[in-house]
């Protein structure tokens, strides 16, 4: 084993083991209220451009790339008053005479020209009709693995913006290690905390980064994204997107990434534990011997055998509950608002009233949008059957829970499991308390009622896979501009440059969806050779992929100011 994977397998170790804590405990999840932080690094050795595990490539094509980077970034005209673009000759020319000179100024000449020449700050632009289901349309769980397995087996040339050490990532609510790992192998310099951050700590924050990393509890609002300058690219750690406001991220040509399905089968593992525990009341009696109470009791208490599950929303959760709950004698029907295929004897039924009718126990799995505000409220509760049970793991917003209170008081409701609230804490701790929910002193006092905070998600499994995947789309966004899996901009994607295509640039432009756009764009890049170009609109947002060859170096600040100076533009990058 060669000492840099080596010291990548050790780094792997080391935090994982930081990450369990003092405790010992076998969570990565524990929200600790400590924040542990790595700063920015600006130290010679972070300025070192490292590969990406886990298949290091090969070490020519890594040369060829850092060589072929150097000769692009030393050769363009910078922010000088000696400097001016007519004074640049040939690349290969301009590197020798500049690489002396160059390693002098170094700081000076690489943010000169990542500034300008890439576009870190960007502008405004349109409306998009959004959802953020993760079965909608946009998504492209094919296109992800194919795009995953060539990430891991790099065929082509890697494109980089600039130096990848100015890449700055901010990290929240303890995002796996696998993340934290395959985005420090970029070079990318990563800010890491355990929980998430209050409002005004977050504006701080995010008004320097490029990149942010959440899960379901930051709120990326467009107050908060208003602030965020630099930011090209938001990965949500989780399948919910809808703590981000996507349509003003569109706008202003952030892309979001989540991760659509990793965490599915730990949420649908989670609530068949729920339906045998509330049957048999697990819950109370496990709280009454803890107390030290012998409290044998059968009154009440069920087989889960032959009862009927209502799953509400039938998509990755929900349609993998079907089969498990199937496989343990339950009796399956489902309502969703659109009409999909049911798996092993499930049934689709057509309202959501006949579903609350029949079912014994009723599972929510819906995304939160307007439309699933308080779908279960006190006229839902009062169509269920009496005696039957609720489990919500979708979103706190879902259930009107004062309703839930007083139907359980009333014992209609015989028991509940809910893992999301209308409000949750930022970080652990003792918050869970009438100061966060008015209603949480009378929700804690009731029976047969599981309360978890949050965790469906939370298993070494789903975390570790919803690591890799955002954090591998976040290396490929930010890389080679693909948006394949993004949520909110349209799937967009080119095959790799080869080894061999040296002078080529990736243009990367989005701008608003409106004619005229792309004659211009044309009329821009024309004068080079369009090698390869696409180009799709989501709403109001179009995003363009072309490949140019032939372009000098001395050409790069010009094709980018003068796809800066087009109206339409809401931001171009150049990459090299
Ligand atoms: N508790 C936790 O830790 C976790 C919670 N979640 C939540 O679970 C939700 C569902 O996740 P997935 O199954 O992956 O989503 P999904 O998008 O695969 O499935 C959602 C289904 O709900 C349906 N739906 C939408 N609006 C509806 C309505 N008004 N009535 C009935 N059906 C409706 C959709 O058509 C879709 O089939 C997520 O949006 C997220 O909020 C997800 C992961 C972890
Ligand atoms: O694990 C988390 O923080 C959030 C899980 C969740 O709700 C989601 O994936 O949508």
Redesign the pocket.
């Known amino acids: 084993m060669s000492s840099k994977i080596r010291s990548l397998f050790q780094g792997f170790r080391s935090s994982l083991d930081a990450d369990h804590g003092a405790s010992g405990s076998f969570s990565g999840d524990s929200d600790s209220p400590t924040t542990s932080t790595t700063t920015y690094d600006s130290s010679p050795a972070a300025a070192i451009p490292r590969r990406a595990p886990p298949t290091p490539p090969d070490e020519k094509d890594n040369h060829h790339h850092l060589k072929t980077l150097q000769h692009f970034q030393q050769s363009i005209p910078v922010h000088s008053k000696n400097s001016s673009p007519s004074s640049t000759t040939s690349p290969e020319n301009q590197h020798n005479h500049n690489q002396h000179k160059n390693y002098e100024n170094r700081e000076t000449m690489t943010d000169a020209q990542q500034i300008e020449v890439n576009g870190l700050v960007h502008s405004i632009s349109h409306t998009l009709s959004l959802s953020?289901?993760?079965?909608?349309t946009f998504h492209s769980p094919v296109g992800s693995y194919n795009s995953r397995t060539t990430f891991n087996r790099p065929s082509g040339k890697q494109l980089k913006p600039f130096n990848t050490q100015d890449i700055k990532i901010l990290l929240l609510e303890n995002v796996n290690v696998a993340a934290r790992e395959i985005l420090e192998s970029q070079g990318y310099q990563v800010e890491f905390h355990k929980s998430s951050l209050p409002e005004d700590q977050l504006v701080e924050k995010i008004r320097d980064v490029h990149v942010i990393g959440i899960r379901?509890k930051t709120k990326l609002s467009a107050k908060v994204l208003r602030e965020a300058k630099n930011l090209l690219v938001i990965g949500c750690f989780?399948?919910?997107?809808?703590q981000v406001d996507l349509e003003y991220a569109a706008k202003h040509g952030i892309s979001v990434f989540n991760s659509?399905?990793s965490?599915?089968r730990?949420?649908a593992e989670?609530v068949i534990s729920e339906i045998i525990a509330l049957a048999r009341q697990l819950g109370d009696r496990s709280m009454e011997m803890h107390n030290g109470t012998w409290n044998k009791v059968s009154a009440r208490c069920w087989e889960i055998r032959g009862k009927i599950l209502g799953i509400?929303?039938?998509?990755?959760?929900?349609?993998?509950l079907s089969v498990l709950s199937e496989a343990m004698g339950m009796k399956v029907i489902y309502?969703?608002?659109?009409p999909?295929m049911a798996l092993g004897t499930a049934k689709q039924v057509p309202t959501?009233k006949d579903l609350l009718e029949q079912a014994d126990f009723v599972t929510?799995?819906?995304?939160?949008?307007p439309?699933?505000k308080n779908?279960i409220g006190a006229e839902q509760l009062a169509q269920m059957k009496q005696g039957s049970y609720l489990i919500n793991?979708?979103?706190g917003s879902v259930v009107d829970i004062p309703a839930l209170i007083e139907s359980m008081r009333s014992g209609h409701t015989a028991g509940a499991a809910l893992?999301?609230y209308p409000s949750e804490p930022a970080a652990n701790g003792d918050y869970f308390n009438d100061t966060l929910n008015t209603w949480g002193n009378d929700l804690r006092s009731l029976k047969n009622l599981i309360l978890t905070p949050?965790?469906?998600?939370?298993t070494e499994e789903?975390q570790s896979a919803i690591g890799v995947e955002v954090g591998e789309a976040l290396v490929r966004y930010i890389n080679s501009g693909s948006t394949i899996g993004c949520v909110n901009m349209p799937e967009v994607t080119l095959r790799s440059l080869t080894l061999a295509e040296e002078n080529h640039v990736r243009v990367i432009f989005i701008h608003s969806n409106r004619p005229g756009v792309l004659r211009q764009v044309n009329s821009i890049l024309g004068d080079h050779n369009v090698d390869k170009q696409m180009s799709d609109s989501r709403g109001d947002v179009a995003y363009l992929m072309a490949d140019i060859s032939d372009v000098n170096a001395g050409d790069i600040r010009s094709l980018y100011e003068s796809l800066e100076a087009l109206s339409s533009k809401i931001m171009t990058r150049v990459l090299y």
């Open positions: 953020n289901s993760p079965t909608s379901s989780c399948i919910g997107t809808n659509p399905f965490n599915s730990s949420v989670l509400i929303g039938y998509g990755h959760i929900g349609s993998q309502y969703d608002v659109v999909l959501l929510l799995h819906v995304p939160e949008i439309e699933t779908m793991a979708s979103r893992d999301v949050h965790i469906g998600g939370s789903a």
